[in-house]
């Protein structure tokens, strides 16, 4: 059901999470009510979209700034004109996409980002939808027993994960790859909303602490399957203009390599987080 917050029109996709808000602009040069604003619609849905936006690569930039600070992703190099800012691309003879798997951004960081902000450019005719899914609700729905059990445990995240997935991201040519490791805890409290997310994902969890990857994978094999419950997600068709805005602490995301033949481009942007805990 859709309501009215001063001149924006929110309109949530799913129950655990997304909404769609209309009536805006965006611009690097919005009132801080309106930045405010859309950051309190981001923090109770999630991930938030945005339709027919025209903003350039050093404007998405700078518009993402307003939100917090804009780091450099791992890996890849951004735009000549925005180095903030990186293709996400595949072409037309291409098979593999980038980041096809369900994960959280860069979990094998330190530090992981808060967010990650994409604007597309060029999209297939049909496909190419990207899925979301509540750290929230996936923690919520766990049994007392099972949240007992995981609150004490940190697991281990780590790049050489991500590279056996075979993603393009994990592809792209450029130097020998150093393997980056970060432990999280596997439950995390969301600093801003105060509410516990389930922080394990396929991409880059590879085992608990103090245990091996045989141990550990019975038990991940049971998150990664229960966090992507499809009462957990939602799920975004993209046009030209459209705009994702995710907070990558409580919310996981599967883009969908449905569309071989077709070319699809994005834009993306990546902002500095905290560390989990």
């Known amino acids: 059901m859709s309501r009215t917050l001063n001149s924006i029109t929110v309109r949530p996709l799913a129950g655990a999470l997304g909404a769609e808000i209309n009536g805006i602009e965006l611009s690097p040069s919005l009132p801080d009510a309106v930045i405010a604003e859309i950051r309190w619609i981001w923090l109770e849905h999630s991930v938030v979209f945005f339709r027919g936006q025209s903003l350039t690569a050093p404007e998405l930039a700078a518009f ?9 992703y791992p890996f890849l190099k951004g735009l000549p004109e925005a180095p903030e800012v990186i293709p996400v691309v595949k072409l037309e003879h291409e098979r593999v996409n980038f980041g096809g798997l369900w994960h959280t951004d860069t979990a094998y960081l330190e530090v992981p980002p808060m967010a990650t902000m994409l604007i597309a450019r060029e999209v297939p005719p049909y ?38 997935t075979r993603t393009r991201e994990d592809r792209a040519p450029g130097e020998e790859r150093k393997v980056l490791e970060a432990v999280h805890p596997v ?6 909303t105060g509410r516990k997310a389930l922080y394990v994902n396929f991409g880059h969890t590879l085992r608990f602490v103090d245990m091996t990857e045989a141990e550990s994978a019975p038990l991940l094999e049971y998150l990664f399957q229960h966090q992507v419950r499809p009462e957990f997600t939602c799920r975004f068709r993209w046009e030209p ?4 805005f995710w907070d ?24 500095a987080g905290d560390r989990p805990r």
């Open 241 to 244: 203009g459209s705009v994702a």
């Open 187 to 192: 439950v995390r409290t969301h600093p801003e």
């Open 248 to 271: 990558n602490r409580c919310a996981l995301h599967n883009p969908i390599n449905d569309y071989h033949g077709f070319r699809r481009i994005l834009h993306r942007v990546t902002l």
């Open 127 to 164: 496909g190419g939808d990207t899925l979301f899914a509540s750290g929230y609700a996936a923690y919520d729905a766990l049994s007392d027993g099972m949240k007992r059990l995981l609150q004490p445990l940190r697991a281990v995240n780590s790049s050489s994960r991500a590279e056996r």
């Open 64 to 72: 993402a700034r307003r939100f917090g600070e804009v780091v450099h």
